[in-house]
């Protein structure tokens, strides 16, 4: 039931170790310059918000790595509020979204998730 001509092809992207490039370093290499922080800030901003991190999570750990916004609005909220908060969530570079049809569809991006752990990683100290 998808329309194809809306359909994008994304990027295949290399395995989590290989040459993800996080917003920011780990938090413990060195202070983030103010760039970096604006970015940091952002994500950590968009996921302070419970119904953000709820479907955040939702859209995350959906089969397949997407999720119709259909299948994810039961979070005790509005649809207007939920596509409100999936919005920041866009806007914050944590999200994509695809429209097939009458359906948007989200996605995390492996590399975003990859990002964001390397952010909160502790680097080892050089003895």
């Known amino acids: 039931m998808s329309n194809r001509s809306n359909t994008k092809v994304l990027p295949l992207l290399e ?3 290989q040459g ?3 917003c ?3 938090l413990t290499e060195r202070p983030f310059t ?3 922080a ?3 800030a952002r994500m950590f901003k968009a996921l302070g918000d419970p119904v953000r991190l709820r479907l955040f999570s939702l859209v995350a750990s959906h089969e397949g790595g997407e999720a119709c916004v259909c299948d994810i609005s039961d979070v005790g909220v509005s649809q207007p509020t939920v596509s409100h908060h ?3 969530l866009k806007e914050a570079g944590l999200l994509t979204s ?3 049809g ?3 569809y989200y996605r995390v991006e492996p590399s975003v998730l990859a990002a964001m752990g390397k952010l909160l990683t502790i680097t080892p100290i050089a003895a």
């Open 15 to 17: 395995p989590a170790d």
């Open 38 to 40: 604006e970015t940091a």
């Open 102 to 104: 009458t359906w948007v």
């Open 98 to 100: 695809e429209r097939r």
């Open 20 to 22: 993800v490039a996080p």
């Open 24 to 26: 920011c370093p780990p």
């Open 86 to 88: 999936l919005k920041k």
């Open 34 to 36: 103010a760039e970096e």
